[in-house]
C-alpha cells in the first residue's frame, strides 16, 4: 500500500499570507495526487486533483504542484473562510489513501 | 446534478454486522468509467479510504478491513451497499460515500453518516 505524509500537521497563520503544504508519497504516483478542505461538520471537498489541475468553482488562490512523490498545495492569499483541515489522497493506485491532514489556524 | 446521500443504522452493537446505503443521482455506474467509493472519519481523526467499486463490478478494498468489507451495487436503484462485518466500537466514525472523478479524484461526497458502535 501507498503511504501519505502530510507536513505540517497544523499550521497558525493570518489572512493574507502564504501557505504551502506538503504532501510525499512513499512511492511515485506520478500526479495522481488530489487535495481536499474539510470544515468542522462538513463533507471534504475537492480542491485539486491531478496534482495541478483546479477543480471547479475552486479560487484561483488554490494551486497545486508536484509529481512523483511529492507534492505542494499553496493558498496565495489566506481568506478567513481558507481555515479548515486540508487533506491529500492519492488516486494512483487501490487502496486509494489519505494523508494524516493539515489543520490551518488563525494566528 | 450530482447528489449522493448515505443511509443506515446510527447505532449498531459490537460484534454485529453494519449495512450502509448509498444512493445517487445524476450519474449512472453502468456508464463506463464510473465508480464510488466509501471512506470514513473517526471523530476527531483523519479520513481513512475503505472501498471502491467500478462499473465493470470491479471492486476495490482496504487492505486492512478487507476480510470484513463487502461492497455491491444496484444500478437500477442508483445504489451503492457497503457491509462491515464484526463491527467495534473502534468503528465509530462518520461514513461517506462519493463520486470518483475519471482522474481518480473523489469529485461528489455525500454529507456523511454517523455511525456509532456501542452495546
Known amino acids: 500500500d501507498i503511504q501519505m505524509t502530510q507536513s505540517p500537521s497544523s499550521l497558525s497563520a493570518s489572512v493574507g499570507d502564504r501557505v504551502t503544504i506538503t504532501c510525499r508519497a512513499s512511492q511515485s504516483i506520478s500526479s495522481y495526487l488530489n487535495w481536499y478542505q474539510q470544515k468542522p461538520g462538513k463533507a471534504p471537498k475537492l480542491l485539486i486533483y491531478a496534482a495541478s489541475s483546479l477543480q471547479s468553482g475552486v479560487p484561483s488562490r488554490f494551486s497545486g504542484s508536484g509529481s512523483g512523490t511529492d507534492f505542494t498545495l499553496t493558498i496565495s492569499s489566506l481568506q478567513p473562510e481558507d481555515f479548515a483541515t486540508y487533506y491529500c489522497?492519492?488516486?494512483?493506485?487501490?487502496?486509494?489513501?489519505f494523508g494524516q491532514g493539515t489543520k490551518l489556524e488563525i494566528k | 446534478q450530482v447528489t449522493l446521500k448515505e443511509s443506515g443504522p446510527a447505532l449498531v452493537k459490537p460484534t454485529q454486522t453494519l449495512t450502509l446505503t448509498c444512493t445517487f443521482s445524476g450519474f449512472s455506474l453502468s456508464t463506463s468509467g464510473m465508480r464510488v467509493s466509501w471512506i470514513r472519519q473517526p471523530p476527531g481523526k483523519a479520513l481513512e479510504w475503505l472501498a471502491r467499486i467500478d462499473w465493470d463490478d470491479d471492486k476495490f478494498y482496504s487492505t486492512s478491513l478487507k476480510t470484513r468489507l463487502t461492497i455491491s451495487k444496484d444500478t437500477s436503484k442508483n445504489q451503492v451497499v457497503l457491509t462491515m462485518t464484526n463491527m467495534d466500537p473502534v468503528d465509530t466514525a462518520t461514513y461517506y460515500c462519493?463520486?470518483?472523478?475519471?482522474?481518480?479524484?473523489?469529485?461528489?461526497w455525500g454529507q456523511g453518516t454517523l455511525v456509532t458502535v456501542s452495546s
Open positions: 462519493a463520486r470518483i472523478h475519471p482522474a481518480g479524484a473523489l469529485d461528489y
Open positions: 489522497q492519492q488516486s494512483y493506485s487501490s487502496p486509494y489513501s
